[in-house]
């Protein structure tokens, strides 16, 4: 390597004169990085006889039918590897009422199943009075709708709240809106026909895998009200486009106010129950715990929450943004799974005050609201830049994130750094 150079067998005098090495020696100063990789060689060799097998390193750790506890270390091996499977929203894109395909944000549970929309069908059973199998082709058949819908994942903001939970190391950008294709679910229902002890409706998809311990499918239920909700779907398209495998190819549920988990992905059968539905995605996991030893309540609706389109320019790690001196047009979004949203405020001083936003038309009932803030960054320096959302139910976001053993439904004040130079 250019510039390195390996250390002479001389010795160094006290009064920092360089011995001679020998007849004819040169000067070989030894660089940092030229004494690294040899310290690293000598390590290897003296420890090569007695190491254990390992990956890169890493010693693959075994299931455990626990999570671990939260941590406040920096994020573990096996966040890093859920983080690369199951990547979030590209914020600058906030400024977009539809989310292009390929930046919205996907959570993955346990494997993306193999599936073909030739042979695939549902069915619709349990506490119905006619049972019904339903090929794709007859679900396009009928009424069909187009509905720009938010998700986002209840695990949003986990990684803001400390010691955190341990499992996808989100911060703010697990969100989205598609344009979905797709038949209302309430006349399938209908056409099934509930029986009067009708409780839950549940949707199992057709991937499964262990959490907790438990091999199951993933699967959630809606009380009947909430099934029968206008806004409720079942879609096999997004933004024109055959859904993504994914986003739950061929087919997928769609529940427009709660958060993402009930939105089941490849949708294998739809099941009427006369009682609460007790699963290990909704009684165990997707859980408000106050403490390990509250069994807390189930995450349901989105909370309210806004969110600012980056501005200026990042730098490349710290994503801090830059923005010349002047007039800076600041764009977001905001939504809520509670109502229409009738307010965004900004503060350009860490929260510390507040200026109300422009809000501008929704392009769906079930789509975030934009809005824009004109910032006059007039004084050089560094800031801090938030905005916070409020809902027609009278819900606005906390300054700071709460904290909850499984780390959900973290609607805190989002916090974004700027430098005006």
């Given at each position: 390597m250019r510039g390195s150079r390996f250390p002479a067998t001389g010795t160094t005098g006290g009064d920092g004169a360089r011995a001679p090495a020998g007849e004819g020696s040169t000067d070989r100063r030894l660089t940092r990085r030229a004494a690294l990789s040899l310290g690293g060689a000598l390590a290897g060799a003296a420890t090569a006889a007695t190491a254990a097998p390992a990956l890169a390193g890493h010693q693959p750790r075994q299931p455990t039918p626990d999570r671990p506890p939260p941590s406040a270390d920096l994020i573990s091996y096996e966040e890093a590897v859920l983080a690369f499977r199951?990547?979030?929203?590209?914020?600058?894109?906030?400024?977009?009422?539809?989310?292009?395909?390929?930046?919205h944000y996907v959570l993955i549970h346990f494997d993306?199943?193999?599936?073909?929309?030739?042979?695939?069908?549902?069915?619709?059973?349990?506490?119905?009075?006619?049972?019904?199998?339903?090929?794709?082709?007859?679900?396009k058949s009928r009424p069909a709708i187009k509905q720009p819908t938010i998700l986002e994942c209840a695990g949003v903001g986990r990684s803001l709240a400390h010691p955190r939970s341990i499992y996808v190391p989100w911060f703010r950008e697990p969100m989205g809106v598609y344009e979905y294709t797709g038949t209302p679910l309430r006349p399938i229902l209908e056409e099934a026909g509930l029986l009067d002890d009708a409780t839950d409706v549940v949707f199992t998809g057709f991937d499964s895998g262990i959490d907790?311990?438990?091999?199951?499918?993933?699967?959630?239920?809606?009380?009947?009200?909430?099934?029968?909700?206008?806004?409720?779907?079942?879609?096999?398209?997004?933004?024109?486009?055959p859904l993504l495998p994914e986003h739950g190819f061929p087919l997928r549920l769609i529940v427009p106010t709660w958060y993402g988990m009930a939105s089941v992905k490849w949708l294998k059968k739809i099941t009427v129950i006369d009682h609460t539905y007790q699963g290990v995605e909704q009684k165990q996991v997707y859980r408000l715990q106050p403490s390990s030893s509250d069994g807390g309540r189930a995450v349901r609706e989105k909370a309210v929450r806004a969110a600012m389109k980056p501005p200026g320019f990042p730098?490349?790690?710290?994503?801090?943004?830059?923005?010349?001196?002047?007039?800076v047009e600041l764009r977001g979004m905001a939504w809520s799974g509670s109502g229409p949203i009738?307010?965004?405020?900004?503060?350009?001083?860490?929260?510390?005050?507040?200026?109300?936003?422009?809000?501008?038309?929704?392009?769906?009932?079930?789509?975030?609201?934009?809005?824009?803030?004109?910032?006059?960054?007039?004084?050089?320096?560094?800031?801090?830049?938030?905005?916070?959302a409020t809902d027609a139910a009278g819900n606005r976001q906390p300054l700071k994130p709460f904290w909850t053993v499984q780390g959900m439904a973290q609607n805190g004040v989002e916090r974004i750094p700027v430098r005006v130079n």
């Open positions: 199951c990547h979030g929203f590209h914020e600058e894109m906030l400024d977009r009422p539809i989310t292009p395909l390929g930046s993306i199943p193999a599936l073909s929309a030739d042979d695939y069908a549902i069915t619709v059973g349990g506490r119905v009075n006619t049972p019904l199998t339903l090929s794709l082709a007859d679900l907790l311990g438990v091999k199951h499918a993933f699967e959630r239920a809606l009380p009947v009200d909430e099934a029968l909700k206008d806004g409720v779907m079942l879609a096999w398209d997004a933004n024109d486009q730098d490349a790690i710290s994503r801090m943004r830059f923005v010349s001196p002047g007039r009738t307010a965004v405020e900004v503060s350009a001083d860490d929260r510390s005050t507040w200026q109300p936003a422009t809000l501008e038309e929704p392009v769906s009932p079930y789509a975030w609201t934009p809005w824009r803030f004109t910032w006059d960054a007039n004084a050089t320096g560094e800031f801090i830049l938030s905005c916070r």
